[in-house]
């Protein structure tokens, strides 16, 4: 895969990341028909059964509504082939029911790495490590 190549996959990751950070419904349900494959292979700790990318729909329509300011800052980046390893800094303050739990009102930090996956120049798998005790223990649950 050539440089160019590997540029745009880490474009269109940051293009998801934009429009995660937007909190526009329309824009991101964009990117992510544009990103994504339909039938993509998302491994990552969700609240969601769905499948393919409507799963990246889902596990993001229940995060704003429990933080409605969640924000994603890329700490690092980078590509190698048809991959893009990310890792991120994800913040937000508990403003609705998350996972049961009922509205806090604190604050939430913490990191998540992805690896992605392309094929035809859009996502076909993506594989993720999220901090969910970081989580848990700042909202009051462990």
């Known amino acids: 895969m050539s440089t160019a190549e590997e540029?745009?996959?880490k474009a269109t990751f940051t293009r998801v990341v934009d429009a995660c950070n937007s909190h526009d419904e329309e824009l991101f349900t964009a990117t992510i028909d544009e990103a994504f494959r339909p039938d993509l292979l998302f491994t990552a700790p969700a609240p969601t059964e769905a499948t393919g990318?409507?799963?990246i729909k889902e596990v993001f329509a229940r995060l704003w509504l429990a933080f409605?300011?969640?924000h994603i800052s890329v700490d690092d980046m980078i590509a190698e082939g048809d991959?893009?390893?990310s890792k991120h800094t994800v913040t937000g303050t508990h403003q609705g029911e998350y996972?049961?739990?009922?509205?806090t009102g604190g604050s939430v930090t913490y990191s998540e790495m992805f690896m992605?996956?392309?094929a035809d120049r859009r996502i076909a798998e993506t594989s993720g490590v999220v901090d969910v005790a970081a989580q848990m223990k700042q909202l009051g649950l462990i």
């Open 7 to 9: 540029t745009a996959n």
């Open 53 to 55: 990318a409507e799963a």
């Open 68 to 70: 409605p300011d969640l």
């Open 83 to 85: 991959k893009v390893v």
């Open 99 to 103: 996972m049961g739990l009922a509205p």
């Open 116 to 118: 992605l996956r392309f």
